[in-house]
């Protein structure tokens, strides 16, 4: 039995090529496929956690794009109103960094069939007949501008079907190539948003919201999500995570704005990275889940922070854990032992 869509989530499905064994782009002699995307990787969190998820996407009809809907399938995310036209599926290609050099991505996603795709190709209604939530990221609207108007058309119709709009702000500073700032376009689309996840650095390239950076995370977090409510009226809801690296290791850790009030989560020393890309998009599933099952607001906040920690555990895009380990992750923390 299908289960009941509870949340509709919009953004470009991409393939993800990551070189072997840590090695630079000049001197790499292959790469692991993923597939991945921001609101994909949220997608298959919380299908995995029970959710009734469907990912709208626009992809091209050939078996790269298909094997990636094939595995979207095989975590539990609906599928069943991607729109396929075009010729190209976007591509992005990472090289692993270290306690020393960045990791770094370079995005080939010019002219795929998302970002070629404007409004009037998806039925939205029929996409959140029934559904409570509508989940997005900036990154939907960075592609392009075809993409940033689908994102404005899926938007208007989830506001006047009175679903409830999350939004990570999600910006990448390699995008926004279409002849807009990010300014000129973000605002107006978060506008109607009740819930969101944000960072810092987006706050501030959306709004011009600086925070005094002598400050501690916890106030800079009060200082930005006080600005961003009087910026964003509907805003209820507004979490971030923060990690200080201390060599190999980092120390992680989230807060969370609930209706006026602050949470702020355990501070977790992660030993090791295996890969932090898509931690983010756990997070942020982890701190949907938390709402949609009504939780408490420092469970929340916990919740998310132990979807993001153990994401950076796995290799790949996708956090690809179970309730109980994240249940695990809150009472033990980091472990190395071995389960059998």
């Not at 299908?2 to 991409?14: H, I, P, R």
């Not at 376009?185 to 506008?191: A, H, I």
């Not at 920690?309 to 179970?322: E, Y």
């Not at 992750?329 to 980091?334: A, D, M, T, V």
Request: charged share 20%.
């Amino acid at each position: 039995m299908k289960n009941t869509v509870e949340l509709v989530a919009f953004g470009e499905l991409m393939l993800r090529l990551h070189g072997r064994q840590g090695r630079r782009f000049a001197q790499t002699d292959g790469y692991d496929a993923y597939y991945a995307g921001a609101e994909a990787n949220a997608c298959v969190l919380l299908a995995r956690l029970g959710i009734g998820v469907d990912y709208v996407t626009v992809l091209p009809d050939n078996d790269i794009a298909m094997a990636g809907v094939r595995q979207l399938q095989a975590q539990g995310v609906g599928t069943d109103h991607i729109v396929y036209t075009g010729e190209k599926l976007g591509v992005y290609f990472t090289e692993q960094g270290n306690a020393i050099r960045p990791t770094r991505v370079i995005y080939d996603r010019d002219g795929s069939s998302y970002a070629k795709t404007g409004p009037g190709v998806i039925d939205w209604r029929s996409c959140l007949d029934g559904a409570a939530w509508f989940h997005w990221s900036g990154i939907a609207a960075a592609v392009s501008q075809h993409s940033a108007e689908a994102s404005a058309e899926a938007l208007a119709i989830a506001r006047e079907k009175g679903v409830c709009i999350s939004a990570d702000f999600n910006y990448r500073t390699t995008l926004w190539k279409y002849g807009k700032h990010p300014r000129e376009v973000m605002p107006d689309l978060l506008q109607h948003s009740t819930v969101a996840v944000a960072d810092l650095d987006s706050a501030a390239v959306y709004y011009g919201i600086e925070t005094d950076k002598s400050a501690s995370f916890e106030d800079r977090f009060r200082q930005c999500s006080r600005t961003l409510k009087e910026r964003i009226p509907p805003l209820e809801v507004l979490a971030m995570s923060f990690r200080t690296p201390h060599g190999i290791q980092h120390a992680y850790s989230g807060a969370l704005y609930y209706k006026g009030e602050y949470y702020f989560s355990t501070v977790h020393e992660l030993p090791f990275i295996t890969d932090q890309i898509g931690s983010g998009d756990a997070f942020t599933a982890g701190m949907l889940y938390g709402l949609m099952r009504g939780l408490l607001p420092q469970q929340i906040i916990e919740f998310a922070v132990a979807c993001g920690a153990l994401k950076q555990s796995i290799a790949g895009d996708w956090a690809l854990v179970t309730k109980s380990e994240v249940e695990q992750f809150i009472q033990h923390g980091s472990s190395g032992r071995i389960i059998r």
